[in-house]
């Protein structure tokens, strides 16, 4: 597993009781909740990636494609489960930023991009995220389960247009 350049400079910025963290899953948990909250509230998120007033993006620390970000709202939100109405305009917009990013990174084949939010018990920090992976047939065969098109651990968005919608039954429940 390959550890983006981001995620190795973090490395040296974590406190002794992450590093000494015995169990890996417990430490990628640990490591991931403290990057979100490191980077949704402070300048750093623009080494990264994007930032604006209500959203930050930034690398995957953990890549599951050659382009991985992850977009966050700097509002605390805990998961998608907890979305309604009021709330497709921001997930609009963390769309558009997403893809901004890939744009940046030279890839406009939006045809071959994942967009989505994993839910339970797929979520190891709780706190929205949207990942944006491209290009999406090269998602690492290790990590494919986890980003499943119409899975119930992966809710997707569609990339296309600004008229977002999630494909998923669950968000469509809860509107």
């Not at 966050?72 to 998608?80: A, G, L, T």
Request: proline share 4%.
């Amino acid at each position: 597993m390959s550890i983006s350049i981001a995620g190795i400079e973090f490395w040296n910025e974590l406190t002794e009781e992450i590093k000494d963290s015995s169990n890996v899953n417990q430490f990628k948990i640990k490591l991931k909740k403290e990057m979100l909250n490191k980077y949704k509230n402070e300048e750093n998120a623009i080494n990264l990636g994007r930032r604006n007033q209500e959203l930050v993006c930034f690398r995957d620390i953990f890549p599951a494609a050659p382009y991985h970000f992850l977009v966050i709202p700097r509002e605390h939100i805990v998961s998608c489960r907890s979305l309604n109405k009021k709330h497709i305009s921001l997930v609009e917009r963390m769309v558009e930023l997403g893809r901004a990013v890939l744009l940046d990174q030279g890839i406009t084949n939006m045809n071959d991009v994942r967009l989505g939010f994993h839910q339970f018990p797929f979520i190891s920090v709780s706190h929205l995220h949207l990942h944006v992976l491209a290009p999406a047939s090269q998602i690492s065969q290790a990590m494919m389960f986890k980003f499943t098109p119409g899975s119930d651990s992966f809710i997707t968005v569609s990339p296309a247009g600004c008229s977002c919608l999630l494909i998923h039954s669950t968000f469509h429940r809860s509107l």
